[in-house]
C-alpha cells in the first residue's frame, strides 16, 4: 500500500517548521482493519546534527497502538523498543524527539480500540502502557523496521470476524458528524442527533472514546481554529469565535490559551502566514 507523506492534518501544530524536523508518513488501512482504524502512520528522525526538536499535536478523540524504537532508549517513560497503547491525550500532546528513532502506529478510530478489543477507553485516557501478545490473543511480530511494523498492526488488528457491535457501529456516523458539521457547537445539538438518550449517550463516549461530548466537541474546534490561524492570513479572531460556536472572543481566548498555553494573537505571531511561514 503507497504511503503518502507530510499530508496535511488538523491538529499539528507548527505545521510550517514540521516537514524538515522528522519524515511522517501514513498508510490506509486494510478492509478488515479499517473497520477500527483511521489510518496507520510512522515518524522517523535523525536529529544527531540538529538537536532535539519539540513537537505539539492537538490530539483527535482517538487512541493509537504504537510500536517504537530508537537510540533514546526510554520514550514515555518505557524502555525500547516497546509496544504501547497511548489512551486518548487530554490537554495537548507534547514530546521532544533527540537522536535517532521511529514510531509506527495505528491511529483508531473514536470507539476503535473498543470495539475491537473491550476494555473501557475512559480506564486509559491519559495514560501510555505497554502491551504484549496477549492483547492480540497470538505472538506478533512487530519488529523494528518501518514495513513489517505496519504490516503486523495491520494484519494483528483485522484479524477478527466477529461483526461490529451495534453501539459502535451507531457511534461512528455520529463521531464523524460532529468532525465534519461546522453548524455543530453545542452538546444540545448532538443529543438530539444521537440514537441514545442523553444519559446514555455520555455513558458511550466514556466507555468507548474515553471523552465526554463536550470534550470532543471543543477539541475538534480547536483543532480548526489553529488550522485557520496558521493558513489564513490576517484571520479575524472575532469572526473565528462566532463562526466556531464560541459565545464571543473572550471565551474563545481563555479555551485557547488554556489548550495551547498562548491566545489565539501570540499563535499567530509564532506560525500564521502573516509571519511568512506556508501553513500545512
Same mark, same amino acid.
Given at each position: 500500500?503507497?504511503?503518502w ?8 501544530? !507548527?505545521?510550517?517548521?514540521?516537514g ?13 482493519a ?9 515518524v ?6 540538529? !538537536? ?27 524502555r ?6 497511548h489512551?486518548?491525550?487530554?490537554q ?22 473498543t ?15 505497554p502491551?504484549d ?15 513489517? =511494523?505496519?504490516? /503486523? ?14 453501539t459502535?457501529?451507531?457511534?461512528i ?8 458539521? /461546522?453548524?455543530l ?12 438518550s ?8 466514556r466507555?468507548?472514546?474515553g ?12 483543532q ?5 490561524i ?9 469572526d473565528?469565535?462566532?463562526r466556531?460556536g464560541?459565545?464571543?472572543? =473572550? ?5 485557547f ?7 489565539? /494573537?501570540?499563535? =499567530? ?6 509571519c511568512?511561514?506556508? !501553513?500545512?
Open positions: 500500500m503507497a504511503a507523506k507530510n499530508a496535511p492534518e488538523r491538529g499539528v501544530v !507548527g505545521r510550517a517548521g514540521t524538515s524536523a522528522f519524515d511522517l508518513q501514513r498508510w490506509t488501512p486494510s478492509a478488515d479499517a473497520r477500527f482504524v483511521e489510518h496507520f502512520w510512522s522517523s528522525w535523525d536529529r544527531h546534527a540538529e !538537536g532535539p526538536f519539540e513537537s505539539t499535536v492537538i490530539t483527535f478523540p482517538a487512541m493509537h497502538l504504537t510500536r517504537e524504537w530508537g537510540d533514546d532508549v526510554v520514550r514515555h517513560d518505557h525500547l523498543p516497546a509496544t504501547l497503547l489512551g486518548v491525550v487530554p495537548v500532546f507534547r514530546i521532544a524527539i533527540s537522536g535517532r528513532g521511529t514510531v509506527v502506529g495505528a491511529r483508531f478510530r473514536p470507539g476503535g480500540f470495539a475491537r478489543f473491550g476494555g473501557d477507553a475512559a480506564a486509559m485516557t491519559g495514560r501510555v502502557v502491551v501478545d496477549e492483547l492480540f490473543g497470538a505472538p506478533v511480530d512487530l519488529g523494528e523496521d518501518v514495513a513489517t =511494523a505496519h504490516a /503486523g498492526l495491520d494484519a494483528a488488528i483485522g484479524a477478527t470476524t466477529a461483526p461490529l457491535d451495534d459502535y457501529r451507531q457511534l456516523p455520529l463521531i464523524e458528524r460532529m468532525s465534519e458539521d /461546522g453548524a457547537h453545542r452538546v444540545d445539538q448532538v443529543m438530539a442527533l444521537s440514537p441514545w442523553t444519559r446514555t449517550t455520555q455513558r458511550v463516549f466507555r468507548y472514546v471523552v465526554t461530548v463536550k470534550w470532543v466537541l471543543c477539541r475538534y474546534r480547536l480548526q481554529a489553529a488550522l485557520e496558521e493558513s489564513v492570513p490576517d484571520v479575524d479572531f472575532a473565528l469565535a462566532v466556531l464560541w459565545y464571543d472572543q =473572550a471565551h474563545f481566548t481563555n479555551d490559551r488554556s489548550m495551547l498555553g498562548s491566545t489565539p /494573537g501570540e499563535y =499567530a505571531e509564532r506560525f500564521s502566514r502573516r511568512g511561514s506556508a !501553513g500545512r
